[in-house]
């Protein structure tokens, strides 16, 4: 992952949702993201492809769910980037209301 990239994906609003809902909850399940940010299937998908693609995310299937975590094999620099941000919405009490824990697959 180099940090261009990394950049590039975070700076799409939609991205940076998803990828900020996976780093609060550790692991998301499709049909949690689409409930949460109020998107369409498709196009959380579509956005999830790229973000495993580049190597951000990382996917494994539970029967008929897909589930998201962080990639583990991320750079420290990545990891400490994605805390921060973290931390920063915490502090605004943003995730609470924006991020719900909901789970909707189940």
Same mark, same amino acid.
């Given at each position: 992952?180099? =940090?261009?990239?990394?950049?590039?994906?975070?700076?799409?609003e939609?991205?940076?949702?998803?990828?900020?809902l996976v780093?609060?909850?550790?692991?998301?399940?499709?049909?949690?993201?689409?409930?949460?940010? =109020?998107?369409?299937?498709?196009?959380?998908?579509?956005?999830?492809?790229?973000?495993?693609?580049?190597g951000?995310?990382?996917?494994?299937? =539970?029967?008929?769910?897909?589930?998201?975590?962080?990639?583990?094999? +991320?750079?420290?620099?990545?990891?400490?980037? +994605?805390?921060?941000? =973290?931390?920063?919405?915490?502090?605004?009490?943003l995730?609470?209301?924006?991020?719900?824990?909901?789970?909707?697959?189940?």
């Open positions: 992952m180099d =940090q261009i990239n990394f950049f590039k994906c975070l700076a799409d939609t991205r940076f949702n998803i990828v900020m780093v609060a909850n550790q692991e998301q399940c499709v049909c949690d993201l689409t409930e949460a940010l =109020q998107l369409s299937q498709p196009k959380i998908s579509r956005h999830l492809a790229l973000l495993r693609a580049l951000l995310l990382q996917d494994r299937r =539970q029967g008929q769910w897909v589930y998201y975590s962080v990639n583990p094999n +991320l750079p420290q620099w990545c990891v400490d980037i +994605l805390n921060t941000l =973290q931390t920063a919405q915490l502090s605004t009490k995730v609470a209301s924006v991020y719900p824990t909901n789970h909707y697959c189940e």
